[in-house]
């Protein structure tokens, strides 16, 4: 018995050391509550499609694509995270309570949607800077994809211009899901 519980402290120690590292290992406030999450507790083994938005860009009609596709795949596993940042040419000005009935009545969103966080180089929010390590670019414009697998690693980035159902997205989050 004694053995055993050395057997499992030793994984529990070994899993603690290896999640402290974990690029998912952040934790982030619901938009416009209290309510703070784990990304790696509620997240792990899911394949994510982290995406900083903007209510007022180009791009903004990306987030009817991101629901489709959440809805069509989470029972497959994938998640689509959405951090709203007002990084870029301040096209997201509004308070989070704003910003989630923006989301809520324009594009009946209901993927986890987070704080209003910094995303660009030299200001970046700590998981940004992270992502932005992992994949060897950090967003340039509204609407940027990283993908992370089921593993907690970066798979992919993508461009503010891919759109959701771009075939490479697809083939990389599809891919994911296989594992």
């Known amino acids: 018995m004694q053995k055993f519980l050395g ?96 989301c809520r ?10 704080e209003k966080v910094t995303v660009k180089k030299g200001d970046a929010h700590p998981f940004f800077a992270r992502l932005a390590d992992a994949s060897g670019t950090y967003p340039t414009w509204n609407f940027h994809k990283f993908l992370i697998g089921r593993d907690g690693n970066i798979v992919a980035e993508f461009s503010p211009r891919t759109q959701p159902y771009d075939e490479d997205l697809l083939a990389a989050i599809k891919s994911e899901l296989k594992n």
């Open 7 to 102: 057997v499992l402290f030793l994984m529990a120690a070994t899993q603690t050391i290896a999640n402290e590292g974990s690029l998912l290992d952040q934790d982030f406030r619901r938009l416009a509550s209290n309510d703070v999450v784990n990304l790696h507790d509620s997240y792990a083994g899911k394949v994510i499609l982290v995406v900083n938005t903007a209510s007022k860009c180009g791009n903004t009609p990306q987030y009817e694509g991101l629901e489709m596709l959440y809805q069509e795949l989470q029972d497959d596993g994938l998640v689509v995270l959405g951090f709203p940042s007002n990084d870029f040419l301040g096209q997201e000005p509004g308070t989070e309570e704003q910003i989630q009935e923006f």
């Open 105 to 114: 009545l324009t594009y009946s969103i209901k993927f986890p949607m987070f």
